[in-house]
């Protein structure tokens, strides 16, 4: 079983900011595989995929983005998920727009959600998507609950599209097939 986790803030506002691409590409995923992720359990929203006979469970922490961990620790506690089954796509102010990481393991860097989650799992050993939102000067926060641009919202969501194949490779191969082939620096 795999849990693939998008970081988000619940509700309209959010929607479309630059903090909610994980959101983003879980509603990517939840289209492009048919799958309503509309089940409240554990403080997320959550809907099931099967891939290759692999249940996949597509998971938006209801939480707010500063306290994702909560939600993820009860999923992964409840479900006796492996640590290394764990996927979370989350936005990136280090990386330009345009750009996606993928890394099997890693610190929380100055990103709040990771934090919570790595604070709650008690460790970092899951693979992570990281898309990049670019940094601009001036007050971060301001930044991340803003929207893209219209330029910018077309080569994030190349970068989501991007997203969903890595996670089917992961899922179906491996974490370094994955960086391998979608890594966009």
Same mark, same amino acid.
């Given at each position: ?13 959010? $929607? ?7 959101? @983003?590409?879980?509603?990517?995923? !939840? ?7 509309? =089940? ?29 961990? $909560? ?5 992964? @506690?409840?479900?006796?998920?492996? *640590?290394?089954?764990? *996927? ?18 890693? !610190? ?22 990281? *898309?990049?939102? /670019? ?25 989501? $599209?991007?997203?969903? /194949?890595?996670? $089917?490779?992961?899922? =179906? ?9 979608? @890594?966009?620096?």
């Amino acid at each position: 079983m795999y849990l693939v986790v998008g970081l988000g803030n619940p509700g309209k506002k959010y $929607e479309w900011t630059r903090h909610n691409v994980g959101f @983003n590409a879980i509603d990517y995923l !939840s289209d492009k595989w048919g799958v309503s992720v509309k =089940t409240l359990k554990h403080k997320a929203l959550i809907g099931e995929h099967r891939i290759n006979g692999e249940k996949v469970l597509l998971v938006k922490p209801q939480t707010f983005m500063n306290a994702s961990g $909560e939600s993820l620790r009860e999923l992964k @506690n409840y479900y006796k998920v492996p *640590i290394e089954n764990i *996927i979370v796509i989350y936005d990136d102010l280090d990386l330009d727009v345009g750009k996606l990481r993928i890394r099997p393991s890693g !610190s929380a860097g100055t990103h709040n959600g990771m934090r919570s989650i790595i604070y709650q799992l008690r460790e970092d050993q899951f693979p992570r998507i990281r *898309i990049g939102i /670019g940094k601009q000067a001036g007050d971060i926060i301001h930044h991340v609950m803003g929207e893209f641009s219209k330029e910018d919202r077309k080569l994030v969501d190349d970068m989501i $599209e991007l997203t969903a /194949g890595a996670v $089917e490779m992961i899922v =179906t191969k491996d974490v370094q097939t994955a960086m391998n082939n979608c @890594n966009r620096k």
